[in-house]
């Protein structure tokens, strides 16, 4: 097979989010960039952000990786599909994301020799807590085996908590093939941010929703303080935002955005609010390593950040001093945290102050040559 030098070709089980839009922005500064994706009905969040590349988007409503017998019986046809663009697109890399990609791009490399990187930005619950049941950890046990395999054509892998490697992927790939990219904000899509100077105390909750459990306790503790509430973004799935949105129902302090561009938006989203709600339900062993874009948004635009206790983004906050954690299900707890954060000026402002701090880290972040370490 004939390949095409320089010429990288995204292959994903979503439509582009902003975090892999920032690596395509980066990619693209030095050779030609392709995208395949699947537009999953259930998780339709996102659309493409760089209309000057092409984007080959297939209708492939693939379940969640939990349900893994539904997950491999969907994801046989879509695996065809990639391998059958692949060949006719020939890129010299492949930059792919979830182990039914990694299958079909497995083979591609066996072919053409393909460079492939591979980026996690969640990890499988079952690989950090033995799961419950003999027959889904017979299957687990399965799915490690493969992926085993499979990491052995990566050429790179890209984490975005180091903890998913110390965790999971020490024993699978050597740390010098790693590279531990922060999903810090992209700072070009802050430059017209103005923060929030006046009006009513705001919490907002910036990004797909889930964990519903969390955002109901948000709901519930801003609703009995007279504090506003703003969720941005659409749901996880179509079903958990129409359940949020039917929770709320009547609560005049709480508005909804729904789904947002990115870049034409993001900034004025984060003027909106006077802290960030990421407070997600500790309980799931993902959420306990994972360190989310909001940490690195809320901490450039200088505004305090309410994370889950007992979570590797509540030492992070803590570290830098740059927001406060509650329990998961704390509701009590929150509530004391909104109102010190409201009422408490001096508190509210060392807060803002350690952001200022770590806002010049954040900009060396993002000055991080991805693709001088990717190839």
């Known amino acids: ?24 922005s980066a990619f693209k500064q030095i050779m030609p960039v392709e995208v395949i994706c699947a537009r999953r009905a259930s998780q339709n969040i996102w659309e493409p952000e760089h209309t000057d590349i092409k984007h080959t988007i297939l209708n492939v ?56 990187v ?4 969640d990890l499988r619950e079952s690989f950090i807590e033995k799961p419950h049941g003999l027959s889904i950890q017979v299957i687990t046990a399965l799915v490690a085996l493969n992926e085993r395999k499979l990491f052995k054509n990566i050429d790179k892998l890209v984490i975005t908590s180091p903890k998913f490697y110390d965790m999971h992927y020490c024993s699978l790939i050597s740390k010098d093939k790693t590279v531990f990219v922060p999903n810090a904000p992209d700072l070009s899509a802050f430059k017209n941010y103005k923060k929030k100077e006046d ?9 797909g929703i889930r964990y519903l459990s969390q955002m109901k306790m948000l709901v519930n503790a801003a609703s009995d303080l007279n504090i506003d509430v703003i969720f941005a973004g659409a749901g996880g799935t179509s079903s958990e935002y129409d359940e949020i949105k039917e929770y709320c129902k009547g609560k005049k302090n709480v508005r909804f955005s729904g789904r947002y561009d990115y870049w034409k938006d993001i900034a004025n989203l984060y003027g909106m609010v006077d802290c960030v709600y990421s407070v997600y ?50 509701e009590e707890g929150l509530k004391k945290i909104l109102m010190r954060l409201k009422d408490d000026k001096n508190y509210y402002s ?26």
């Open 118 to 121: 591979y980026e996690v930005s």
């Open 281 to 330: 339900d500790a309980d799931n062993p993902n959420v306990r390593i994972a360190l989310p874009n909001k940490l690195y948004e809320a901490v450039y635009c200088e505004l305090p950040i309410i994370v889950a206790k007992e979570t590797y983004l509540e030492e992070v906050t803590l570290e830098w001093g740059v927001g406060v954690s509650v329990g998961h299900k704390d």
């Open 1 to 24: 097979m004939k390949e095409t030098r320089n010429r990288v070709c995204f292959v994903l089980t979503h439509v582009p989010n902003p975090r892999i839009n920032k690596r395509i």
């Open 350 to 375: 060392h807060i803002v102050e350690s952001c200022k701090e770590k806002k010049k880290e954040i900009k060396v972040m993002r000055d991080f040559d991805l693709v001088g370490n990717l190839i």
């Open 199 to 207: 009006g009513k105390f705001t919490v907002g909750f910036i990004g």
């Open 61 to 116: 409503d693939l379940p969640a990786s939990s349900q893994i017998l539904k997950r491999i019986a969907v994801s046989s046809g879509f695996r065809g599909k990639i391998y059958s663009l692949l060949e006719e697109k020939k890129p010299s890399i492949v930059y792919a994301e979830g182990l039914d990609v990694l299958m079909a791009v497995s083979k591609y490399k066996k072919k053409s020799g393909c460079k492939i």
